[in-house]
């Protein structure tokens, strides 16, 4: 597949609507905050098609996700999400594609910087609705609750990005793939 601007947007849409609707099976048994299933399509859209598709992919999917179905709430909690999953996917993209990290430090640090984003949005957001939002909280929520996801993440993207990059459908061209063509 050629890198144009059609298959990074046509690429940025399909994320979005992974990112609405993989986290509706999760959410049927209780599962979202364990397993983030919103977080996946937005880390794979950053990393795919670059940091400005993660960022837009990262906005839309909480926004959208909480106006259509309420989940989650719109503030506090959907408000913050924005904020990281913008994060995840701005920083994906930047250090991935843009700076050519190999792909388990540039998820790991695009984890840990939405997991960032998402403390301070918390903070000031709880705060503004009045309920507290300290160290322990952000620990729990960020990494206890969630390892299951955070563990789940690591091991299938890195995966889900190797078989479209050699595949040849993603360009990467430290693969020898240009343009979508094995030269």
């Not at 099976?25 to 299933?37: D, E, I, K, S």
């Not at 959907?78 to 904020?83: L, T």
């Not at 792909?103 to 507290?132: C, D, E, Q, T, W």
């Amino acid at each position: 597949m050629r890198d144009t601007k059609t298959a990074r947007i046509t690429g940025t849409a399909l994320c979005m609507a992974l990112g609405l609707i993989l986290p509706s099976f999760f959410h049927m048994v209780g599962a979202g905050p364990t397993f983030l299933p919103m977080h996946i399509p937005v880390l794979l859209c950053g990393l795919l098609f670059g940091w400005q598709s993660g960022i837009v992919c990262g906005i839309f999917v909480p926004l959208v996700s909480s106006l259509l179905t309420g989940m989650p709430p719109l503030f506090p909690t959907g408000a913050a999400m924005i904020f990281e999953l913008g994060t995840y996917g701005g920083l994906a993209g930047l250090l991935y594609r843009k700076l050519s990290l190999n792909i388990y430090p540039a998820l790991i640090f695009s984890m840990l910087g939405g997991r960032i984003a998402s403390g301070v949005a918390n903070a000031v957001f709880m705060g503004i609705a009045g309920k507290a939002y300290g160290l322990t909280a952000f620990i729990t929520a960020s990494f206890v609750t969630s390892l299951p996801g955070i563990v789940i993440q690591i091991i299938i993207i890195p995966i889900i990005i190797f078989a479209l990059e050699r595949s040849g459908v993603i360009n990467n061209e430290r693969y020898g793939y240009k343009h979508g063509y094995n030269q």
